[in-house]
């Protein structure tokens, strides 16, 4: 407003509250005509809401309240007085005493929000690989096809749903039966073909298949394509870094901290089923009369006996 | 004043055109002051007598925009299940578009990479450019390193051929050796008990995304630094030794290191 | 500054920093387009190789190759898919981790494996990590830091050493020592009686630890078996030796190979005592 020109009438700036007026004096007029069960009254809402809000713009400065200024603007020189009292602001902490509160529970909430959610989303990174893990069992056939005292290298799926990413392989020599108790049982030598130093497959040392004038033994089973290939070892090694061990999975040379490691199995209605792999630090004897010196299934290169057993206290949850 | 020629026609022209240049950048440059960041790097002065052997960080850099760049591109033809990735990387070799290309340079840079920093590294070392002040940023640069290694050993199962399956076994039952830990970081990278669909998806997610955010973030410090605690002359330098000067005694020049003021006091 | 007055050798450094950060800005060059220029150069220097590398590498391979022969200069593009149940394969890492990979070959005793794993890379990490706080000297002109540039090249050669001995690293997989056996035949002149022998001797895993006719690894101190037969042992010395090498040679930790079966063995013993060498 300039006070130079007092004859200027104050046309104030449009405001939303007679234009929205405007607006739902026209939707119940529509409304009529439309429909005025609906429409007419969304316009009778909107004329009183945005009536109100002309009347309480209208009235504000009635109300003393000052004119609506623009944001980001100050007035360009302040009073001196003014201006001393406001560079003499007292002490932050008297002005807002609540400070103290307000940073103490930005803080905790922060905290309370990162917590809800990192853990979660870390326990999905983290505890799927622990919990749950499935148990698997392969049935490799009768017995009756794996000739005794022979040699096979047997691979397998041991999930077929995964696919080929769970197929094994395990060096299998049927001992023929021996006692056990008043019973004669079978037994098998079940070797797992993984390396006991760092997981390297280990192959048999010996003729095999084609050189010896053998054929497979392929079988079909709820575990998919099982082929059985003859094989005559007289040890098996490991090509990663050397590691040697003989028939019964002893180390007999190179890096594997312990024997390789075995499949318990069953026979269920004639058929071999091979279950869970347990570690083996030693096996004394060989064949049907091997003592095995058995232990919960531990990674490659961990040791399951002496000294440095201390070293791997604690085994992840696996079946 | 004195009076002015007036401005020949190229000249006005060129005047022009430098007015519509400067006009976007003005603009940007007072609602984000980006532009003057921008110009600050690169106008700001380095010791005159920089060696060839100091453009071996730059060169690291450009080689792992080259990995980012082609791993992008990569990853929108890459199938990371065990089903799918062995031949979703034969399509990309055999069939798409240059993407013989693509993969080469991927994996070739990152052997390139690798060779960088540790040429990059040893430079540094020999210029004894780790030491004071420069002591965080070295330290920044071996995690740049080993991060560098981790996103090789992550990318290279990602092909699922036999080469990749059993150097990830290895790598994984190498870190379950580690005393007490070990099993369980083993299990951990593995996503279960068994090398499977769940260390594919794992490892992909870590070559994809951490590592190379954590590379990233690193880089940015990194460089950071650079700019701010300035660049080091070569220790044989004879300029930074202030040979040329006169007027300083000899006995106050202590050549390789930093130089005293000229003309200033006796340090 | 310290309370006594004298300046702290960290105060000097701080103040030597500051008149270096004013030199430069004094007398220094602008980043860019100096010293911008020599990066840019070099950025595509390092582009031009990548490039080269990967079209070299479409050009010289040759598809997929399952038997790791044939491998063109590069090597293939890719190899046989990922067999969980092999028993036919030697994993080896990527050639950046050679060095890693070597020391594990180096550390073949089962006590001292987590050496080699874990302890040692660690150990070398840390001491990395902490190479500002080990070496705290001003020097920085190399031939005044005598223990840094002996360390230099250490680390280099050792370094270089132990990835070129992980990538020549030999191993005895059977299903490639066999490819050598027409190779045996030809350059030791081995009669035919000698030949189911020299299978035999491809897949049992004796390359492992001896060598013959340029194939193999020697580990373990186990002879050359190139020229074993004209020592003339005789072929029951050499069957008695392979079912038990420790009862006829005692202190022998060659294993125990008598599961063979005596037809195999007398085999085996024919090939020997016919390898009289080249000719």
Known sequence: MDPAEPDQPHVPAPTIGPVGFAIGVVVILVGLIVNPVWISTIGVVIAVIFAFVWARESTSELRGRRAAVEPEVRPAEAEPAAAAEATASPDSAERFPRSKFLEASTLGLGAVIGGVVTVPVAGFAVLPAFLGQKR???????????????????????????GETSRRTAFIRNNGSVKSGSTQVPSFTIISNRCAHLGCPVQANGPTGAILGLKDVVEVTKNGKITMTPTVPAGFGCPCHGGQYDTEGNRTAGPPVRALDRYSFDIRNGRLTLLSTFSVSQVDGTGAQAQIHAYKLAGPGQHVDGLEQILYPLQPPHH | MAARRPPSKSQARREQMSAAVNFPLDWLEERSGLVGGIKYFLFRKVPGD???????????????IVQAVTGVILAMYYKPTPEAAYSSIQNITDHVTMGWLVRGMHKWGASVFIILMFLHMGRVFLFGAYKYPRELNWIVGVLLLAMGMLEGFTGYLLPWDQTAYWASVVGINLNGTAPFLGPWLAQFLRGGQEIGAETLTRFYSLHMLVIPGAIAGLIVLHLYLIIRLGVTSPPWSAEAAGEEWEDEAPTELRAGLTRAGSGGAAS | MSTTGKPRPIDERRAQFKRYKEDVKKRGKPFYPFAMFHD????????????????LWKWTSFGPHHDGLNQGLLGPEYTAPADPGTTSFVPRPDWY????????????????????????????????????????????RLTRRPVAVVAAILTVVSMGVLTWKGATAKEALASEVILDVPSWIKANNLPPAAVPGAKLFAVSGCTACHTYSG?????????????????????????NHLKCPSCVNPGSPMPKFESLGEQRLRQLAIFLEASKGPK
């Open chain 1, 136 to 162: 698997h069992e392969v049935d490799l056939g009768p017995v009756s096809e794996i000739t005794e005292g022979q040699w096979y290298i047997a691979t397998f799926m041991t999930d077929p749903a995964e």
């Open chain 2, 50 to 64: 920089t060696n060839w052997m100091q453009t071996l960080g730059s060169a690291t850099l450009t080689a792992f």
């Open chain 3, 40 to 55: 840019t150069v070099m950025s595509l220097v390092v582009v031009t190789v990548i490039v080269g590398l990967a079209t």
């Open chain 3, 97 to 140: 981790f050679y060095f890693l990979f070597y020391l594990l070959r180096i550390f073949k005793w089962p006590n001292t494996v987590v050496l080699g794993t874990v302890i040692i890379p660690n150990i070398l990490l840390v001491l990395l990590l902490a190479l500002p706080f080990i070496d705290t000297r001003r020097e920085r």
């Open chain 3, 215 to 239: 194939s193999g690894s020697s580990n373990l101190g186990a002879p050359d078996l190139t020229s074993i037969g004209s020592q003339n042992l005789g072929i029951t010395f050499q069957i």
